[in-house]
Every structure is written in C-alpha cells, then in structure tokens.
C-alpha cells in the first residue's frame, strides 16, 4: 500500500512538525511494516519557481517544432527558455527550474546555447520531476505567483509512505485503515469516513438487478449518474494522489471509483450505462461461457466463477474485473457505479485460476468491510457529479443479505494470561473500542470491517498490540517446583547428539515415512518384527506409506541424495523415534468432543498407540581421514560405525559390550552387537553388498543403530580420583584364533589385570604367515597406576603376566615372542 502523507490528513490530526523517523516508529508499533519512507522533494535540488509565460516564439528550422519561450520568474526581466512542449501557450503557469538546480538522476541543469538560442532553465514535465510517466507535455498549473516555491504546488513536499500489509491486516489496504491505526498510536482524533451518512436505498433504479448466488455476493448496490460531460478531466488533486499510490490516472470516472478503493478499501466498477442491456443477473459462470476482460484478453470461463452478466451475457468477471463490452469510453455520458460484498475464497481462486490479481481482488480475497457500498456510491456519485456535470438518479439499488456479525464470548482476564501482564477491564473495554467493537461486559461484537476477529485468542491480540508489545514485560519464567526443565531422557539425547557432532558427524533430520519395499531391500527375514510398520491411511506421498521401524531406510536416502550432488565423503547421523505398532491391534473407541471422554475409552485408546521408543543412527561412506601432505587418507569401515556407537553410548553413560553377530542389513561377517550389560541395544558394522547394490550406495557403506531408551539413565558421576603417582606402560601382543573377538580378549586381559588397571586399548591387529594361518596378532596398551605407590618393575611384571593368563586360560592365548 503506497500513499502520500497528506491524505491520511483527511481522517485523522496529523501532528504537525512529525519526523519520518517518528511516523516510521507509529506505524511499525501499529504493527504494519514500513518498506520505504520517500521524500519527493529530495530528488530535486536548487531553484524550482512558478513561471508565467510571457511569449513564444516558434522556432521553425529544425527537424522537430522547437519554442523559443520568454518566462517570468518573478525577476526584473523575463528569462529565455527554450522548450519542445506544445501543451501551454502565452499566459500559461509552468514549473521553471533554473540553472544550478538538479533533477531526479542526478541530471544537473545549466545555461546553455541549443538551437540557436540560450536556455536559462527548464521548464518541466511530470516525469521529469519524478511524479509520473506523463512525458507528452509540461506541467500547467491552475494558480501561483512568478517566483514563488513550486514544489507545494506540484506535490514535491510530499512524504511518500509504502507499506508491506499481510494477509490478515486487510483493513489496512485503505487509507480509513491505516488513518485509524496510526491516529490511535499517535494519540490523536480520528474521522472514520466509512460512517459516512449515505442516500438510503429506494425509488425505481433504471437497471434492475437480481442476485442468484447469496452466498457468493451478500450485498449489492448501483447507482446511475446521468448527463456526465465525456470530455470532463480528473482534478489534479486526484490524479495526483492516485500518481502518488501508483495507479495511473485513466478517465474521471475511472479514476473516481480507484480513489474510493484507495480511501475507503471498497472495491467499485463503473459501466457504461448505455452499452448494458436489460437487467443485471449476479450469478456462477456457465460452462464453456468467454469473456474478454478490460485488459483485451478473451478468458474461459469456469463454472466456480462468479460474473455480473446481461441480456447479451457476462460482462464482468466479479471482484477482479470488468468485461471490455461495457467499459466507460471517451463517449460516455450515463455511468452506473457498482459497489458489492464478494465471497474472499471464491474470488482468491477465480483470480489464480485465471492468472488475473487485481487491487481490487486483492483487497476482497483478504475481507472487505460489507457495510461500505452505499457510503462508496455515495461518495463516487458526488465526485462525478462535481467534477463531471453530471446528475445522480435518485433511485438507489442495494440487494443487501449480510449476516449481522455474532457477538464473541471474550474472559476479561485472557488477555492478561496470554501476555502475562495486567490490563483492567476498563482499559480492556477502550481499546476495543479503538477497533470498532461492541463491548458489554464479556460479550464483543466485532466491527463490520474486521473480518479477521473470529475468536477470543484475536481479541487478546489485539488488546494487546493496542496496548503496546513494549508494555509486556520480558520475564524469565519462574520454576514451581524441583523436576521441571529437561527430563534426564532429554539431556541424555542432547548429550549424544552433541557428541556425535564434535566427533565429525553431520546431524540429519529426515521424515519419518519409507516405501513398501524397504524390508525387501534391507534383507529382513519373513518374521522380522521391523517389517510389521504402521500404514498411513493419507500419507504425503503415496510412495512413502510407512512409518519407520528403524532410522536407516530415511538416513540412508539423505546419505544417497548427498552423493548424488557430490558430496563423497559422508558421515551422517540422526536422532529420533521409530514406531512400533501395537500386536492384536484393534479399533479404538469414537470420542466425542463435547465432554471429556470416559477412563475407559481413553485408556482403550491409549492402548492402541504404537510405542515409539527413541534411537540413535550414524552411516558414513567414502574416507573418514582426508588425505593431504601429512600422507593418505582412511576409508570409513565397520570400525568406525562400531566406534560411533561407543561414543554415542558414553555420552549416554553407559559402556558397550561388543559381541560378533549376523543380523540384518548388515554384512554376516562385519555385524556386531551391541550390549549394554546383557541388553542387546543395537547393531553396527559394514552393510549387505546386496542392501548397498539396492539401494545404490557405495560398496562398504557403514551403519550403526542404537536404542537409547534402552540404556539405563546414568546416575550422578562421581569426581574422578586423579593419582600424583606416575603411570607404568606396558604393551602386549597376543596370538588368538582369528575367530575370536578382540573385544573379548581385552575383557579378559581387563579382569585379569585388577584394579591397578587404569586404562587398555587396542592399537595393532596384525594377520600374516608370521603368526601362522588361522591366528592373529592383537597389540594393547595397557596403562597401570597405584593410588597410594609408585609401581615396581616386578609389580607391572606381574600385573601384566596375569592378564595374559587370564587372556590364555578364556581363548588359549600366547604372549607373541615368548
């Protein structure tokens, strides 16, 4: 919405000496955001006067007429201009700029010899000025003194407001809006004109009308304006205004029933009153009907549509825009002014149905008060009547089935418990009032033009704003009671997630829905219990009516998608829930909405929720170490993700046991299960080549998945005791079938070590001819501490000799070199 300052001066008492700033500080408080605040003025710099031409002189050699003019600029002497207008004559009032001064663009005017003759200036167009496209001729003003300061008189004082309205501020997409919200936050009188007193309806009107779709149009009124001079102009006041708001000035009648729409927000349409025939019918469009509309495009017609039509058929398309048939011309001396209340939703589809948004569709779409089209016609038919010579009927048309608006229960008190903070009924009381509402005590009927006041949550709002967001207090909230903030679930999954992040992985977070194949292309098993999913009865894509029973199917479409757009080196991860659905099923209770429902019912509804147990997953593929001149990189394998599920389960607390398996989509020999304690809590390891080939996805892509709910939620951490006492290295390497799982063998050497054991870790796994066909080399580090001693070479000795015992006793190893 885009207007000058000076006409929201019509409506309300605009302080005067306001800055830009402050008028700027108004609106946004009103909750209406400013795009841009223009100053006209400031594009032309330098002396810009009224000049009365004193003679003309025509310059006859030159390819194109050519004036060589003598201006009175209020000087001793006239000033020579030279012109190539031919819209003023001899006595003429015209803008003059002089030399020194700067037009828009930066386009500097000087003295200067053309055609002949000297040119002390300009004199200048609309376009030059920058307040329009009108190029063809100069400015002739209607009054002024040679001399005197042109830009009051040509609108360069003017500040030029643009505002972005959202959807639900349709009132504000009018002057009477905006006027309101403005006055009411600068604390001054406001006029509404949309109470204007108006000619009732009544009398015979010369066009009959019959409205068939009461639901698409409730209200409907014309009136015919007779005798109007054809040859008659728009006053430069308006024509200025509607330049100021962007609208291009078009024909007087035209122009009149745009400036109401600007002022008021009601939508009109003027007809040529003798190119109609017969009575007007409001109705639906039927099938196959055309219509060429004001912008010469022929249009089909749907039958959604709503048209005005005649005896020769459709001549409007309702709400958008008029048909060409019957459009006010060059010749017209009969107009017949239409105002109507049209359906939003019906009008908002015809216009993207027909690729058609116009001011007026935009404004209906969004709500347009159903109590302003004879205050409309009213004010249309005066203009017309001043500025056109012509004369009103009497008759006044109004087909009016509008529903009165129903009042809304509003508590006093809610507001105060949305924003947390105290308003009294009275203040409650006047600043519903500020919007037009109807208070009696908790009962607010909401004005005809805010159709966007449905509910009591909208009153709040708007006592609120009216208030001012500023007078909500920021407070933090209070805690009621111990307990309350993030549950230890909460943190145990923030924790893990935060972990896996610092650890390299890109957290994704995908829809919960897989195809019907999913199980198919993971290899589950017939009786697998992850192939019983729950069916979407309206899913968001029919490809995708299932709902999760494990992370991989979604995480591994990301991990895909991210390949295919270049990324190779992946490492992904995800938190979220699966879905289990209830064995035996059943079908719930209906619940109805009127009382709470019985125990009962809600428990057997309960019942039937499938459980939804949180997880963890991660999948990587391509190199987990980028290669560079610090040497070769490392591809990810199925130690890594077994490594991402140790770091997802420390963060959780807890430690995993891990444990060779075979289970699905995982490759039989690189799948480990992971436990915590005896739970089983997941899988890791080196996908199915078959499930990677299915799923097109790199050979050796790797996965692991955990359930969190099923770790323990860790206790209270104990401080750690740190020993002043240095450590004692010692490294082992141990001859073990290959068969034999090096976690294991590092639980044996852990138990057999005791409780001077402060830390072990695998850093060698060798296979060769030189440990013989069958076995394998594994190399740890063991870190030995005493609390109260520093440790003797024999006591290492023989801490590390009973921890390959015990290794030696559980799997037969050998020390490697003894």
């Not at 830009?151 to 809006?177: H, K, N, Q, W």
């Not at 977070?509 to 017939?526: H, I, M, N, T």
């Not at 270049?566 to 209906?590: K, S, Y």
Request: glycine share 10%.
């Amino acid at each position: 919405m885009r207007f000058p300052l000076s006409w929201l001066r019509d409506h309300m008492d605009v302080p005067a000496g306001i800055t830009p700033a402050e008028l700027e500080t108004a609106l946004v408080n009103a909750g209406l955001e400013v795009e841009e605040l223009a100053d006209l003025g400031a594009g032309v710099q330098g002396p810009l006067v009224v000049g009365r031409v004193v003679s003309i002189e025509e310059l006859t050699e030159f390819k194109k007429p050519i004036r060589y003019c003598m201006v009175d600029v209020g000087e001793a002497e006239p000033t020579s201009i030279v012109c190539g207008a031919r819209n003023f004559a001899e006595g003429d009032l015209v803008v003059v700029i002089r030399p020194g001064g700067v037009l828009p663009g930066d386009f500097h005017i000087a003295a200067r010899k053309t055609y002949g003759r000297v040119s002390n200036g300009m004199i200048c167009s609309a376009r030059e000025l920058g307040l329009g496209d009108d190029h063809d001729g100069i400015i002739v003003l209607s009054a002024g003194t040679p001399g005197e300061d042109a830009r009051p008189l040509v609108g360069l004082d003017e500040l030029i407001i643009e505002l972005a309205i959202t959807p639900d501020r349709g009132y504000c997409f009018s002057i009477r809006g905006i006027a309101r919200e403005l006055a009411h936050q600068l604390g001054v009188p406001f006029t509404d004109p949309g109470l204007a007193l108006a000619t009732p309806a009544g009398g015979s009107p010369a066009t009959a009308v019959r409205v068939e779709d009461e639901y698409g149009c409730d209200r409907f009124a014309t009136r015919l304006v007779r005798g109007v001079d054809p040859k008659a102009v728009s006053p430069a006041w308006l024509t200025a205004r509607l330049t100021h708001a962007g609208v291009r000035p078009i024909s007087l009648a035209v122009d009149i029933t745009n400036y109401v729409m600007l002022d008021l927000g009601q939508p009109m349409h003027a007809f040529d009153a003798s190119a109609l025939q017969g009575g007007l019918v409001v109705r639906r469009a039927v099938p196959g009907e055309t219509l060429t509309t004001l912008d010469g495009a022929e249009r089909k017609l749907d039958a959604e549509d709503l048209v005005i039509a005649d005896d020769s058929g459709v001549i409007s398309l309702a709400a958008i825009m008029g048909g060409a048939s019957t459009e006010v011309s060059e010749s017209t001396t009969d107009v017949l002014f239409e105002a109507a209340h049209w359906d939003p939703v019906t009008v908002a589809r015809a216009a993207r149905r027909h690729k058609l948004p116009s001011e007026a569709s935009k404004r209906f779409e969004r709500g347009v008060d159903p109590a302003l089209p004879l205050v409309a016609i009213e004010r249309a038919v005066s203009l017309l009547a001043e500025y056109g010579g012509g004369k009103a009927d009497e008759a006044v048309l109004d087909v009016n089935t509008v529903r009165p608006r129903a009042a809304i229960t509003f508590p006093a008190g809610l507001a105060a418990r949305v924003a947390g903070h105290e308003y009294s009924a009275e203040r409650v009381a006047g600043l519903l009032a500020t919007v037009g509402a109807t208070v009696d005590g908790e009962a607010v009927t909401p004005p005809t033009w805010r159709s966007d006041l449905t509910d009591p949550i909208d009153l709040a709002e708007e006592v609120i704003r009216l208030d001012g967001y500023g007078n909500v207090p920021s407070v933090l909230p209070v805690v009621s009671r111990p307990g309350t903030g993030l549950t230890g679930a909460q943190r145990v999954r923030r924790s893990v997630g935060r972990t896996l992040a610092e650890a390299g992985y890109v957290e994704a977070v995908s829809y919960p829905f897989v195809a019907d194949g999913f199980a198919d292309a993971f290899g589950l098993p017939e009786d697998d219990a992850r192939r019983d999913a729950v069916r979407l009865l309206n899913p968001m894509s029919d490809a995708e009516p299932l709902l999760r029973t494990t992370l991989l199917p979604p995480l591994l479409v990301a991990l895909k998608r991210n390949l295919g757009r270049g990324n190779r080196d992946l490492a992904l991860f995800e938190l979220g829930r699966v879905i289990r659905p209830v064995t035996g099923g059943g079908v719930p209770p209906e619940l109805g909405v009127t009382a709470r429902p019985a125990e009962a019912d809600l428990d057997a509804v309960n019942a039937l929720i499938p459980d939804q147990p949180w997880r963890v997953a991660a999948v990587l593929a391509g190199g987990i170490e980028p290669a560079g001149w610090w040497g070769k990189g490392r591809p990810g394998t199925w130690a890594d993700a077994i490594e991402a599920a140790r770091i997802a389960a420390s963060a959780a607390g807890a430690e995993l046991t891990v444990k060779a398996d075979q289970h699905a989509p995982w490759h039989p020999g690189r799948c480990a299960a992971l436990y915590v304690g005896d739970t089983l809590v997941g899988h890791a390891g080196e996908l199915h080549p078959a499930v990677c080939a299915a799923l097109e996805l790199p050979k050796r892509t790797c996965a692991m998945e955990i359930e969190l709910d099923r770790i323990p939620l860790p206790g209270a951490a104990p401080a750690p005791f740190v020993s002043s006492y240095p450590p004692a290295l010692i490294d082992v390497a141990l001859l073990v079938e290959q068969s034999v799982p090096a976690a294991e063998v590092a639980g044996a050497l852990r138990d057999g070590a005791g409780e001077l054991l402060e830390s072990l870790s695998l850093f060698d796994v060798f296979e060769g001819e030189q440990v013989g066909e069958g076995r394998k080399s594994l190399a740890y580090s063991l870190t030995l501490r005493a609390a109260d001693r520093t440790l003797t070479g024999e006591e290492s000795v023989a801490v590390r000799d009973a921890a390959v015992a015990e290794a030696a006793k559980r799997f037969g190893a050998v020390l490697r070199g003894a």
